[in-house]
């Protein structure tokens, strides 16, 4: 008897006491009930064979549909990749070889609207840009160096500060606060990237290009968004060239009057996106004065970086491309993409939550649907000019006339 148990298949405990096991969710429908349960009912046991073949129809249909969503994907990326190919070859050979001929062609405003590849990005920016203030290597390293040792000088003095006692701290520091500021707001700028930050290779020269402007132009010096405008110049070009679109961009009026704080100027320019918001967006607009929402409350932040802070930095990388093609227009025309884009969810806000969103935008924002939204507002350089003459005529008459004459645009 011991020499058969030995020779015999262990059972296991389950089965011994006549319970099938269960090995999968499937089991629980095809495997009959145990000898010691009642046997299934036929109109149950049909039902379940029903929800199975159900469950197997709608995983069916899931693994169909993320194949079907895959292959899409990768069809979407060899098409961008062709066109990028193409497009790259296109501006290589005939657009920027031709540029003062070609810049305003259909063709090349066609092209322009679709994005920049990423290699010719930096020189297409450098051609729009300009360089009006006729800033030269020498000038931009006299500066730079300006900056360096307005750098290296702080650090010292705090050294200093750290080893001396708290008495003679007040004596013996003062601190320098545009540096500080740069210094700061250089650290912060696109933390995901993680180039910008200390020790990264980008941080110092995006100081050194910030330093040099605040001191190139000490009457506007540092201005907190003035980073994120400066980085993504770097990411695109060289030093030397970035120095010189950021200055030339900065001296561009929308960008003058909100660096230099201007305050009659800035308001003039939100007067004239409620215009353009009033003929596009009209219940929307209704909505935001219900709500006391004005637009310096979110327009500001977007104006100040040029959305590279807002958006994510691809899609703000090609609203910079049709910046750099049609000018201030285009920012208000991006303004209203966005605000179209999520009309339906903003109307359902409240101030409070309209300001937290408007301010902090979906980081998933889609690229294709942000532009037809924009492609669906349009706004002429005529016109564009037109309401802001308009709107500055309204500020000039609430300016008192002392301070009219001390102003440097208002008083033309």
Request: some cysteine.
């Amino acid at each position: 008897t011991s020499e058969k148990s030995a020779t015999l298949p262990r059972v296991s405990s389950t089965r011994s006491r006549g319970v099938a096991p269960v090995l999968s969710t499937t089991g629980l429908i095809f495997e009959n009930r145990p000898r010691n349960l009642p046997a299934k009912d036929p109109k149950e046991e049909k039902r379940h064979r029903q929800l199975y073949q159900q469950m197997i129809e709608v995983a069916k249909k899931k693994e169909l549909r993320d194949l079907q969503e895959q292959q899409k994907k990768q069809e979407d990326q060899s098409h961008h990749e062709n066109f990028v190919v193409n497009a790259l070859a296109t501006w290589n050979k005939e657009i920027l070889p031709n540029w003062d001929n070609m810049r305003n062609a259909k063709k090349v405003l066609e092209l322009w609207w679709l994005g920049l590849p990423p290699s010719v990005r930096g020189r297409v920016w450098k051609l729009a840009f300009g360089n009006d203030l006729h800033i030269t290597q020498e000038l931009f390293e006299i500066f730079r160096c300006h900056a360096e040792q307005k750098l290296l000088n702080n650090e010292n003095s705090k050294s200093r500060l750290r080893s001396e006692d708290l008495a003679a701290k007040s004596q013996n520091f003062v601190t320098d606060s545009v540096v500080d500021l740069i210094t700061m707001d250089v650290s912060r700028t696109f933390p995901s990237l993680g180039i910008f930050q200390k020790g990264g290779p980008f941080h110092n020269v995006l100081y050194k290009v910030l330093g040099a402007y605040s001191c190139y132009r000490p009457d506007i010096g540092y201005v907190q968004g003035m980073a994120f405008l400066a980085a993504v110049l770097l990411l695109n070009m060289e030093e030397i060239d970035a120095f010189i679109c950021f200055a030339n961009l900065i001296n561009r009026p929308m960008q003058m009057a909100f660096f230099s704080v201007d305050q009659p100027m800035m308001r003039a320019y939100f007067l004239a996106f409620e215009v353009h918001l009033q003929d596009h967006l009209p219940k929307l607009q209704s909505h935001f004065t219900e709500q006391g929402l004005t637009p310096d409350l979110y327009l500001t932040d977007w104006i100040f970086t040029l959305y590279s802070k807002s958006l994510p930095l691809d899609v703000a990388s090609r609203v910079w491309d049709l910046f750099c093609r049609d000018g201030d227009e285009f920012l208000f025309r991006t303004a209203l993409g966005i605000l179209q884009m999520f009309s339906s969810e903003l109307m359902k806000m409240e101030f409070i939550t309209l300001a937290q969103f408007l301010t902090k935008l979906p980081e998933n924002i889609s690229e294709e649907n942000l532009f037809q939204s924009i492609a669906n507002i349009t706004i002429t350089r005529e016109k564009f000019n037109q309401v802001l003459t308009e709107q500055t005529q309204k500020v000039l008459q609430l300016y008192p006339a002392d301070k009219l004459k001390q102003h440097p645009t208002l008083r033309k």
